[in-house]
C-alpha cells in the first residue's frame, strides 16, 4: 500500500469527521431553536443525530473498505448486505419511520406546542403534556394521559386552542319552552353573562362608545318542543369558558325557576290498547 491510499483513508476520515460534526452542530442547534418555540425537550430528538452520525460513519468504513485491494471483495458484500438489510428494517419499521417523520414536522411547522389545548379528529381534547419524536403525551380533562403516534396525529385535524391567542368566543344554549317569555328569558341570560367575573370584554374601544353589549342573545333554534337561545360570550381562555359555561348553566336555571320560565323536556303518553279489566 503506498502513500496515495493513506492520503486517501485519511481524506475520508477527515470528511467523515467533519460531515458528522458540521451536520451534528448546525441540526443541534435547529432543533434547539426549534423546541424553545414549541416548548419540548431537546433532548427527545437526540436519536435523529446520532443516527444521522451512525449513517455517515458507516458509509466512510464501507468507503475504506473499498478502496482497500484485500477488503474489496468485503465491501462489495457490505453493500449488498446493506441494500438488503436496510429493504427489511425499512419495511419492518414503517410506521417507526413515519412516527419519527411526522415528529420532525411537528417539530419544524409547530401546529402546537407544550401546554396548547387541542383536540383531535373532534375525539381527543385535552392539554400537550409531551412531544417526542415517535408520540406526543396529551392530558385529557379526566387527567388520563393519551399517547397519540405522530404519525396520526400528521393525518388528523387538529383544533388548537391556543395557536394564536388564548381568548375564545363560547356559545352557551338554553332550550324554553313555547309558552315561556322569550325577551324575559334573554334577559335573564344576558345578565348572568355579563355579572360573572370571569367574562372577557373583547369589544373595541368604538363598540364601548356605541354602547354594543359585552354579550349577544339570539333565537338560533325551533325546535319539536323547545325554544333554542344561544349566548355569544368571550372568555380568557379554554379553561375561564368552561367554568363560564357551567356556573351559567346553574345560575340561569335559578334564575328560570323564580320567574316560572319552563326549561322544557320531552313528555311520552303509553297508552295500552290490550288492557282488560279482570272482575272476581
Avoid at 484485500?70 to 438488503?84: D, E, H, P, Q, R
Avoid at 401546529?111 to 419524536?133: A, C, M, Q, S, W
Wanted: glycine content about 4%; charged content about 25%; some cysteine.
Amino acid at each position: 500500500m503506498d502513500w496515495q491510499y493513506w492520503l486517501q483513508v485519511a481524506i475520508i476520515i477527515v470528511a467523515v469527521y467533519l460531515s458528522s460534526f458540521i451536520i451534528r452542530k448546525f441540526l443541534g442547534l435547529f432543533i434547539k431553536r426549534k423546541s424553545l418555540k414549541v416548548n419540548v425537550d431537546p433532548t427527545n430528538f437526540s436519536f435523529l443525530k446520532n443516527s444521522i452520525s451512525f449513517l455517515i460513519y458507516t458509509a466512510g468504513l464501507i468507503a475504506i473498505f473499498y478502496i482497500t485491494p484485500s477488503l474489496k471483495t468485503v465491501s462489495k458484500a457490505l453493500f449488498a448486505g446493506a441494500g438488503v438489510l436496510a429493504a427489511i428494517i425499512g419495511f419492518a419499521s414503517q410506521k417507526a419511520f413515519s412516527n419519527i417523520i411526522s415528529g420532525i414536522f411537528i417539530l419544524i411547522f409547530r401546529p402546537f406546542r407544550v401546554n396548547d389545548v387541542i383536540e383531535i379528529n373532534g375525539i381527543d381534547k385535552g392539554i400537550v403534556e409531551e412531544i417526542t419524536l415517535r408520540h406526543t403525551i396529551i392530558r385529557n380533562y379526566e387527567n388520563r394521559r393519551i399517547i397519540i403516534p405522530n404519525s396520526i396525529i400528521s393525518e388528523a385535524t387538529i383544533i388548537n386552542s391556543n395557536i394564536i391567542e388564548e381568548k375564545i368566543k363560547k356559545f352557551v344554549e338554553f332550550d324554553i319552552s313555547y309558552e315561556s317569555d322569550i325577551e324575559l328569558a334573554k334577559k335573564i341570560i344576558y345578565e348572568e353573562a355579563v355579572n360573572h367575573p370571569l367574562i372577557y370584554d373583547n369589544r373595541s374601544e368604538e363598540d364601548k362608545k356605541v354602547n354594543k353589549p359585552m354579550a349577544l342573545t339570539r333565537v338560533i333554534r325551533l325546535g319539536e318542543y323547545s325554544v333554542t337561545i344561544r349566548a355569544y360570550i368571550w372568555a380568557k381562555n379554554n379553561d375561564d369558558a368552561f367554568v363560564l359555561n357551567c356556573d351559567m348553566n346553574e345560575s340561569v336555571k335559578k334564575r328560570f325557576d323564580q320567574v316560572g320560565i319552563e326549561i322544557p323536556y320531552p313528555h311520552r303518553t303509553i297508552v295500552n290498547k290490550h288492557s282488560k279489566q279482570i272482575t272476581q
